[in-house]
């Protein structure tokens, strides 16, 4: 568990994101790494084709509660 202590700042909310970074890449190394290559525009390119406007696939976890009514399941 990630706990930040003291008000709301920016330094605390840097320190936070770090250190749950820390623990997704401790937990899931290979998450970690797919998500981190992924951080520019030139990598994401290389997963979409433009030319052919080919289809894509994208969940967010705003929608998350959509997707629950739809299909049936249980987050663990």
Known sequence: MVIRAGTYDAVSEVKGTIEFAKKIKQAQPKLYEFAFSKHSKDSISELLNVVSLEPVVH??????????????????
């Open 59 to 76: 969940l967010s976890g705003m929608f998350f509660h959509l997707l629950q009514s739809f299909v049936n399941f249980q987050v663990l």
